[in-house]
């Protein structure tokens, strides 16, 4: 890869498990990126021993009471030090940053990356909230500023990477697979009981809580469907969803004169962010090569959408359209944090997330500042259900 100039990334959310793989990419590619600016929401001594590795331009704590910790830490360092959301809507449009690698989980990255398309930047997005939230005013803005839009996400790097060369070429379905996560094949007696700890043991792919527990509800996969319905202008009814175990087969494009094409390999994020970083090049790596003959059987099967609701719900979302996928997303961060707290069983969240899709105001044709209240008024609903059901079961 012929570089003129080392690509400066913004990673904004370093400290979770995207970003700490980025940082893996980064530090084995340092001839072609820097690191010029490190964000977390709150892991600060991480964040520290980040900046004092990686020496970016910036770094930004979220949370601003352990800014003064931050700051100390890094005095001696030629780094500046920041605060706080507005800090990072601030610093993305940077003129010397190229990409903005959005890692932030949550609603919490839609800010900070419309910013970073109204400066210009190229987005690394793997912050697949900022899509389901607000895809049409994201991909109006992209269009809009000239800015690309590179999945991050192994599903839609899979099916980018399947669309190369294929721009005049019509898509007659997007085919998003997914693992099944901890409990594939699990009935509804089973869920009523499961726990935390049993809900964080994914199979194949090592990722933060909130997605892990998004990926044995099958919501992540919900969210991935909204998601690929933004970034590939397609309809709902041209994507469909299969449960493929291995996760070796990360996604699939079938095109109208039938043709299917596949992306492959072993279930490593490392892969996908290198991509959406090198694009549109590759670049040589030392990631560990998929070998057929240690997977000599490749299965698939229907998801189960009675018992695993969320992806129902975010079928229907999708369907209504308007701020409703954002009433989804509102709710589904809640009802996570709170069963990871333990208020709220494993399928009391679905409930929780149909209740607020009753009751929150429906508005087809949204604005940002719509998005904005919409979310707001979703978690204080969805707070309030788990605050006055001590049971922590939820029943419509």
Not at 145 to 168: R, T
Not at 349 to 377: A, H, R, V
Request: charged content about 20%; some cysteine; hydrophobic content about 45%.
């Amino acid at each position: 890869m012929h570089q003129q100039h080392i690509k400066n990334i913004a990673i904004l959310g370093s400290t979770g498990s995207i970003g700490t793989q980025a940082l893996q990419v980064i530090s084995k590619n340092a001839s072609i990126f820097r690191a010029y600016i490190l964000t977390a929401q709150t892991n600060a001594d991480l964040l520290i021993e980040q900046a004092q590795h990686f020496l970016p331009a910036y770094v930004i704590i979220g949370n601003e009471s352990k800014y003064a910790d931050v700051k100390a830490a890094l005095a001696h360092l030629p780094i500046q030090v920041l605060a706080g959301s507005q800090a990072i809507k601030d610093v993305v449009t940077e003129p010397a940053i190229h990409t903005v690698l959005t890692a932030m989980v949550g609603f919490a990255g839609l800010e900070p990356t419309i910013a970073a398309i109204k400066a210009g930047k190229t987005i690394a997005l793997a912050n697949k909230e900022t899509l389901v939230v607000a895809g049409e005013l994201i991909t109006s803005l992209a269009k809009q500023h000239q800015v690309n839009i590179l999945p991050v996400d192994s599903e839609h790097s899979a099916i980018f990477q399947c669309l190369a060369g294929e721009e005049n070429n019509r898509i007659e379905k997007l085919i998003l697979t997914a693992s099944g996560g901890p409990f594939r094949g699990k009935n509804l007696d089973y869920l009523t009981g499961v726990t935390k700890n049993d809900a964080l043991k994914h199979p194949n792919w090592v990722m933060g809580a909130k997605i892990t527990i998004d990926s044995a509800s099958l919501m992540n996969k919900g969210l991935e469907v909204i998601e690929a319905k933004w970034l590939f202008d397609v309809d709902v009814d041209r994507i469909e969803v299969i449960v493929h175990p291995q996760s070796i087969i990360h996604s699939m494009v079938q095109f109208e004169d039938g043709s299917i094409k596949a992306q492959m390999g072993l279930p490593d994020m490392c892969l996908p962010i290198q991509y959406a970083l090198t694009y549109p090049n590759r670049i040589k790596s030392d990631f560990k090569r998929f070998d057929f003959m240690d997977y000599p059987q490749l299965s698939f099967e229907k998801p189960d959408l009675k018992t695993f609701r969320n992806l129902a719900i975010a079928f229907e979302a999708l369907n209504q359209a308007g701020n409703m996928p954002c009433i989804v997303n509102a709710a589904n961060e809640i009802a996570v944090a709170s069963f990871l707290n333990g208020n709220v069983s494993f399928l009391g969240m679905s409930d929780i997330i149909e209740i607020c899709m009753q009751k929150i105001s429906f508005i087809g044709q949204p604005i940002l500042d719509d998005y904005l209240n919409t979310d707001k008024e979703t978690r204080i609903l969805a707070q309030s259900l788990i605050t006055q059901t001590p049971s922590a079961m939820i029943t419509i």
